[in-house]
């Protein structure tokens, strides 16, 4: 043993020089790679190209697992495994257009439009109330169906509301400080759309439209003392549409007490848990998952979340927390980096809006909210929603294309591959709108009326008979 003892001694100092080099190597590469990531994201397009590159993936993601998990409802009501994934890939396509037209407009002219967008919203929801024109699926009369086609107009006023509510708090935005000009006229505006939401009633239209009016008032600057008064009212209506039906009713009852009817209300939400149990790590693969074989009901809608974790593990869960938690960034610093005060109200709601939506799906799926009914965007298996989804991803898009840096390279190195394949016209830079002149008040009467005038006609004659 002593003579192993001087060797053991004189390696050690070769081993400590090995590790410090290691460590050293390990330290530069990690600059080296934090230092590319800042210069990437210092670009001018970065955001953009960030924006595009998340919507690309939660579409793709979306289509493959909508795939997987229709696959077995689409033979039970069909010959074909593909027919709810072909009508999904129909609605991405619509929706791609729609993305397209998002990005390609000026948003001049979407600002423009959106008093338009609102009335037409607003007409919309009345119709669907009607009998005849709206139809009534699963106790709700939140529809328009033209043969296979369904259309949901609360989609439509989410984004009316957030479009035009930006318009006029930013038209107003020397005024926000008094409550009258704050409120009116976006708050009775979205009240009468939550009015018309409820009669419906949609629980998850009314959470998500009070989602986007919260957070344009929030942005706007508003008080928080309001945010109190607008919680004790939402949650309000939602314990009114909460006991106003009875499968409602049996959901808030099921997620405060589980154990009471396992086989019953909390069946759904109990599957889902057990779909995520049995995933693990990496899950059982893709298309493998047990759950689609009817034992989650509507697992390719509302519960798509619980099938990711099933078959792609928590690998998957966290691919599409990050996505969206990458949303959230990249959202808010589009809307941090503009300058025109509309396109950062607008993008902080639009992204407010997208991120709580798939908060809420997920928070249900995983029973810490009760389920109501919010689609995971661009992931779960609907028409309108895909659609318009895709849409608000294109008008965020655009607003990431007008920041300052990205304007002046767009118009002036050109507008780049993807722009000249899209035909996307350079964004004009900002222009503050021009400051009104105060109008200046009337000089007061020093005496009888017509006596300042006849003065300044007929002025007093010098002493020596000359004016």
């Known amino acids: 043993m002593t003579a ?3 060797a053991k001694t004189e390696r050690e100092p070769a081993d400590k020089s090995t590790d410090k080099k290691r460590a050293a190597r390990r330290t530069g590469r990690l600059a080296a ?8 994201l210092g670009r001018p397009l970065a955001s953009f190209h960030l924006v595009l590159a998340i919507c690309a993936l939660l579409v793709v993601l979306g289509l493959v697992m909508v795939l997987s998990a229709s696959s077995v409802i689409s033979l039970n009501q069909d ?4 027919t709810v994934f072909g009508k999904q890939l129909v609605f991405v396509l619509a929706g791609l257009v729609l993305f397209w037209i998002g990005l390609r407009m000026p948003l001049t002219r979407i600002r423009a439009a959106s008093p338009v967008m609102l009335w037409v919203s607003v007409l919309l929801l009345v119709l669907v109330l009607i009998p005849g024109l709206g139809s009534e699926i699963n106790g709700t009369r939140s529809w328009f169906t033209i043969g296979p086609v369904g259309f949901q107009p609360v989609e439509v006023a989410k984004l009316a509301l957030a479009l035009w509510g930006a318009h006029i708090l930013v038209v107003k935005r020397g005024l926000l400080h008094q409550y009258r000009h704050l409120l009116v006229p976006v708050v009775p505006a979205a009240l009468v759309m939550f009015a018309l939401v409820m009669l419906q009633p949609d629980l998850g239209g009314t959470v998500t439209l009070g989602v986007v009016l919260s957070a344009l008032l929030w942005f706007a600057g508003a008080q928080l003392r309001l945010f109190g008064a607008l919680a004790l009212g939402g949650l309000a209506g939602v314990v009114v549409l909460a006991i106003g039906t009875d499968y409602r009713l049996s959901r808030v009852l099921s997620f405060l007490s589980p154990e009471n009817d396992p086989s019953g209300a909390a069946y759904q939400a109990n599957q889902a848990l057990y779909a995520l149990a049995d995933g693990g790590l ?5 298309g493998q998952g047990p759950s689609k074989w009817q034992y989650l009901p509507n697992v390719h809608n509302d519960f798509i979340f619980a099938l990711i974790g099933e078959e792609l593990g928590f690998v998957g869960c966290a691919l599409v927390l990050g996505l969206f938690g990458m949303l959230a960034v990249i959202g808010m610093r589009v809307a941090a980096r503009n300058i025109d005060p509309w396109i950062r109200l607008v993008a902080a709601t639009l992204t407010v809006w997208l991120v709580a939506q798939a908060a809420i799906n997920i928070g249900y799926v995983v ?8 689609t995971l965007p661009l992931i779960s298996s609907g028409g309108t929603s895909v659609v318009i989804t895709l849409l608000v991803f294109g008008v965020l898009a655009n607003c990431a294309r007008h920041e300052p840096e990205a304007v002046a390279a767009l118009r002036s190195q050109g507008p780049g591959r993807f722009g000249r394949l899209m035909r996307l016209p350079a ?6 709108p021009a400051k009104r002149r105060p109008m200046r008040k009337p000089a007061p009467s020093r005496g009888p009326a017509g006596t300042d005038r006849a003065r300044r006609r007929y002025p007093r004659s010098s002493p020596g008979g000359t004016s």
């Open 4 to 6: 192993l003892e001087p």
């Open 33 to 40: 790679t934090r230092s590319a990531l800042t210069a990437w």
């Open 79 to 82: 010959a074909s495994a593909y």
């Open 282 to 286: 990496f899950g059982k693969g893709l």
């Open 367 to 374: 029973n810490l909210l009760p389920v109501t009914g919010i």
């Open 427 to 432: 964004p004009d830079p900002y222009q503050p």
